[in-house]
């Protein structure tokens, strides 16, 4: 059926943030310009010209689909997609704003990187663009004007902007093309038309993580010291952990599309883990017969936390449930990691 009746756009301020939502950053820009890419500027500079190539230029149009009515949708199912797309659209657009103010910075002293980051920015937008474009269809758009101005920003050093981004992006990856070809099998569960476009989407983030990677590599400190075998590990185990505490909350929205978070996670993290293995010095040991069960020690805890936090528990009431948390942390910390072998990790 299609939509014949003019709808009110409610405009969101964002949603409040936490531990778990996604976050804004910001860098030291100074040290990011003098950065020497020599050693690897081929790969990079191959990299920027497939971002020049705008392989997505005419990807994120809106098609006749997106005129039918989602008014069938209850309430709850209503909600859900909110959420969905609210907590997307916020995380790309946190992208778009970090790597526009890294190419603005580095226009002169770096341009190639300057270049390479506002082609990753100009891809963030559109895709936060779409995804807001979506919320209307809910009644309701993200006010990004706001977010810019009120979100706080987060200060993250260079090399840890890198760790960071490089999983971001190829998590990114592996989410949405592990739900395109759920759909593509079950199409009775694409409830809705944006899935349709996750196949080429994530064609962009594998491409922004490849980036990430070429400049690491030119940087062998942040891949053949301890130090580096430290924070590749400590990075891996953040991204995991944030994915399944939050995924594990949303149960609703991917039983929605016919999937079970769990197993979705699960898959999801031994990909991302395999994929940093082309990178990292070392990477998570996920079929450790105790990564998982400790993994979901974390999600049981933090469920007790949501459910004392609803009580309005005090501090005191919710250390049982932190010391859980940080503890199980702790020992999927300290598992035996893989080694990788490759160029760039040889020790110095």
């Known amino acids: 059926m299609v939509a014949t009746t003019k709808k009110t756009i409610e405009n969101k301020p964002g949603a409040k943030e936490t531990l778990l939502t996604p976050r804004f950053y910001t860098t030291n820009f100074k040290e990011l310009s003098a950065l020497d890419i020599s050693s690897n500027r081929e790969e990079i500079e191959a990299i920027v010209e497939e971002f020049r190539i705008d392989y997505n230029r005419d990807h994120f149009i809106r098609d006749k689909e997106f005129l039918n009515t989602w008014d069938f949708f209850d309430e709850k199912t209503r909600n859900i997609f909110i959420e969905f ?29 300057a270049e390479g980051f506002s082609f990753m920015s100009r891809d963030e937008a559109r895709h936060a663009g779409f995804l807001n474009k979506a919320m209307s269809d809910f009644n309701v758009s993200l006010d990004l004007g706001f977010l810019t101005k009120t979100r706080k920003y987060t200060f993250f050093a260079p090399k840890f902007i890198f760790y960071a981004t490089y999983l971001s992006e190829k998590i990114g990856y592996w989410r949405y093309i592990t739900i ?64 399944y505490l939050n995924d594990l909350q ?62 309005n528990s005090n501090f005191l009431q919710k250390i049982p449930s932190y010391f859980k948390m940080v503890t199980s942390l702790f020992k999927l910390y300290f598992l035996p990691a893989i080694e990788t072998k490759y160029s760039w990790t040889e020790r110095n």
């Open 85 to 113: 797309l609210e907590r997307s659209c916020t995380a790309e657009f946190s992208g778009f704003l970090l790597y526009k103010e890294i190419s603005r910075n580095l226009k002169k002293e770096n341009p190639l990187l």
């Open 180 to 243: 395109y070809r759920h759909l593509e099998k079950n199409p009775n569960f694409r409830v809705y038309p944006i899935f349709r476009f996750f196949e080429s989407w994530c064609q962009d983030e594998n491409r922004h993580g490849d980036f990430f990677a070429a400049v690491m590599k030119s940087q062998k400190p942040l891949l053949n010291t301890y130090e580096s075998r430290l924070w590749s590990k400590f990075f891996l185990l953040s991204v995991f952990a944030t994915m």
């Open 250 to 311: 949303r149960t609703d929205f991917y039983s929605t599309i016919g999937l079970d978070a769990k197993q979705f996670d699960i898959h999801v993290i031994r990909k991302t883990n395999q994929s940093s293995g082309t990178l990292f010095p070392v990477i998570l040991d996920v079929d450790h017969p105790e990564f998982f069960p400790l993994l979901e020690d974390c999600h049981q805890a933090n469920v007790e936390l949501i459910l004392l936090e609803k009580e």
